[in-house]
């Protein structure tokens, strides 16, 4: 499995960008997809997630209302729209894949993981910085 992120770059606050994750190597129907941000001096944290087979999603407190994931089955391709981005959004963005996201919903069990070790495979960064 690989995923690729891009997008990142340079924005003011208030403004927007798309993240894109490129996923590849299988077939993703059981998994859910995620962003994750990793700020310097401080621990990753979740952002946003989404089924792949039923595009069900999840979302930080600190970015719902303003970011929006979504997927693109036909291209696989994984994105986060950004939206009235702040300086407090500064930071390196991850994108995930969690293999057992529909295994944990046939099970019953809580279908979201939003801890970073939930998550089996990784991207590369791409680092977002909002200025003020």
């Known amino acids: 499995v690989q995923l690729q992120a891009s997008g990142g770059g340079l924005v003011q606050a208030g403004g927007s960008l798309r993240l894109s994750c490129a996923v590849s190597g299988r077939t993703f129907s059981t998994y859910a997809l995620g962003w994750f941000r990793q700020a310097p001096g401080k621990e990753r944290e979740f952002v946003a997630a989404?089924?792949?087979?039923?595009?069900?999603?999840m979302y930080a407190n600190s970015v719902k209302g303003r970011f929006t994931i979504s997927k693109d089955i036909d291209k696989n391709m994984v994105y986060l729209q950004m939206n009235s981005l702040r300086p407090d959004d500064t930071a390196v963005y991850y994108c995930?894949?969690?293999?057992?996201?529909?295994?944990?919903?046939?099970?019953?069990?809580?279908?979201?993981?939003?801890?970073?070790?939930?998550?089996?495979?990784w991207g590369q960064g791409t680092q977002v910085t909002v200025s003020s």
């Open positions: 995930a894949a969690d293999k057992d996201f529909l295994r944990r919903a046939v099970e019953g069990r809580t279908l979201w993981n939003v801890a970073s070790s939930g998550y089996d495979y």
């Open positions: 989404i089924s792949w087979s039923a595009g069900r999603t």
